[in-house]
């Protein structure tokens, strides 16, 4: 009963490139979150999907950051043209519904470096 | 404006010493409140939760957390470390009507147990 699992666990990029994240969710879980955590910060909330829809991407940058939770595969966090400010530890949660007595499962998270 | 503050961005004790962490929020609404670990290279581990009832609530590994409306607080205590608590702790907390699991973390206190 594998848990989430975010690939790959570090992920390098030079200025400018694109980088890609991906998200299984626990099996069965149909709520996906993206959260942020910068260096010596706490997580901060990026994005909340059902599968096709995004819900609430009130924590998403405005430009450059979009992400998807496709009817089939993984959840994906995408960031284009990556700046040295987009590094930090990309943490991924799933949760089976939403009320507040779910508990939400996180994922090791992607380490992204920005070279 | 709806915040969560750890006070203590560090915690240095003894092995076998009792530790307690502050956390305390600022809401207008009611709220659901967490306490998750992070251990090196892993992702967050929900440690316990309050939602409605018994303020005082008692997670796994010894830890226990005291909700304290009149002074918006829900400080972690433990009686006694172990080596194996040392380890960086969040506390988050669920705004009422902010919806699903979306939650707001605080900075983080990383706790180191001495021998």
């Known amino acids: 009963n594998a848990g989430v699992m975010q690939n790959p666990r570090h992920l390098v990029r030079r200025r400018g490139q694109e980088a890609r994240l991906r998200c299984s969710p626990v099996?069965?879980?149909?709520?996906v979150y993206w959260y942020r955590q910068l260096p010596e910060e706490g997580l901060k909330f990026m994005v909340y999907?059902?599968?096709?829809?995004?819900?609430?991407e009130s924590g998403m940058p405005k430009e450059r950051f979009s992400a998807e939770f496709p009817k089939e595969g993984p959840s994906i966090l995408r960031i284009q043209q990556v700046v040295r400010g987009d590094s930090a530890a990309y943490f991924c949660?799933?949760?089976?519904?939403?009320?507040?007595?779910?508990?939400?499962?996180f994922g090791s998270g992607t380490q992204l470096s920005v070279l | 404006a709806q915040s969560v503050t750890q006070l203590d961005s560090q915690v240095p004790v003894f092995e076998e010493a009792p530790v307690e962490l502050r956390c305390n929020y600022s809401?207008?609404?009611?709220?659901?409140l967490f306490w998750y670990v992070q251990y090196p290279n892993q992702g967050l581990q929900l440690l316990l939760k309050?939602?409605?009832?018994?303020?005082l609530v008692k997670g796994i590994n010894g830890f226990e957390a005291e909700f304290n409306k009149s002074q918006t607080s829900f400080h972690l205590r433990k009686p006694s470390v172990h080596i194996s608590d040392t380890a960086e702790y969040f506390c988050?907390?669920?705004?009422?009507?902010?919806?699903?699991?979306?939650?707001?973390f605080g900075q983080g206190t990383r706790l180191t147990i001495n021998p």
């Open positions: 949660a799933s949760s089976p519904g939403t009320g507040a007595n779910e508990k939400l499962f």
């Open positions: 099996k069965g879980h149909s709520h």
């Open positions: 999907l059902q599968k096709e829809n995004i819900i609430d």
């Open positions: 809401s207008s609404v009611s709220v659901y």
């Open positions: 309050y939602l409605s009832g018994s303020t």
């Open positions: 988050a907390v669920r705004f009422n009507g902010q919806g699903a699991q979306k939650l707001v």
